[in-house]
C-alpha cells in the first residue's frame, strides 16, 4: 500500500480525533449546549476533500454510538440518537458535505465564510427537526432554544474557521492531497 492510500485511509481517522476533542469544550445554557464541535466540523469540511469529511464525521458518529464519550459533555451511546439534540448530530454529515464541496484550497475568505453559514444552517435545521419531533417542541419553541442563542456563537466559530482554514490550507499545500486545486 503506497503512502497516499494510507493517508486517506488515516485522515478520517484524524478529523474523527479532531472532532472528538473539540466536542468536549462545551457549556450548557439551556437544552442545547454551546460546543466547538460545530467549530470543527466547519474546519474539517474546510480543510479536508468532501469524502474525507464525511468519512470523518461518520467515524466521530460510530464512535459515538458504540458508546465511546465522544459527544458534547462527554457523553456517547446510542441513546444519543434518541434525545431531543439528535438532529444536530445526524445532520453533521450533511453539514461537512455541502461545505467541502463548496470548499477547496483557493477558496476566498468570503467563500469559506459563507460555505461554512450555510452548512452550519443545514445543522439548525437538524436540530431544529430533533428538537420537534424527539423534544416535543413545537417549531417556534424549537428555534427558540435550538437556534436563537447559537446565532452570535456560531457566526464567531464559522468567522475563525474562515480565518484558521486559510493558512492551513496554505501551509498543507505540499501535500499532494492538499495541493488539488479542487476538491473530488
Keep these: 500500500m503506497n503512502q497516499n492510500k494510507v493517508f486517506l485511509l488515516v485522515l478520517p481517522a484524524i478529523g474523527a480525533a479532531i472532532l472528538a476533542v473539540l466536542s468536549q469544550f462545551s457549556f450548557a445554557i439551556g437544552a442545547v449546549p454551546i460546543t466547538l464541535q460545530t467549530f ?21 458518529l460510530l464512535l459515538g454510538a458504540i458508546g465511546l464519550p465522544v459527544f458534547a459533555g462527554g457523553h456517547g451511546g446510542f441513546q444519543s440518537f434518541l434525545n431531543p439534540t439528535a438532529g444536530y448530530l445526524l445532520s453533521a454529515p450533511l453539514f461537512v458535505f455541502i461545505t467541502s464541496i463548496l470548499t477547496h484550497k483557493n477558496s476566498s475568505f468570503l467563500t469559506i465564510l459563507l460555505a461554512n453559514i450555510l452548512g452550519d444552517t443545514i445543522l439548525f435545521i437538524g436540530g431544529i427537526i430533533g428538537l ?26 464559522m468567522l475563525l474557521i474562515a480565518i484558521i482554514s486559510l493558512p492551513v490550507l496554505k501551509s498543507l499545500g505540499f501535500h499532494p492531497y492538499f495541493a488539488d486545486k479542487q476538491k473530488n
Excluded: C, H, Q, W
Design 40 to 60: 470543527a466540523f466547519g474546519l474539517i469540511a474546510t480543510i479536508f476533500k468532501p469524502r474525507e469529511a464525511v468519512l470523518a464525521t461518520l467515524f466521530y
Design 132 to 157: 420537534n419531533i424527539l423534544g416535543n417542541l413545537d417549531f417556534s419553541r424549537a428555534i427558540a432554544v435550538g437556534v436563537t442563542p447559537f446565532i452570535l456563537p456560531d457566526l464567531l466559530k
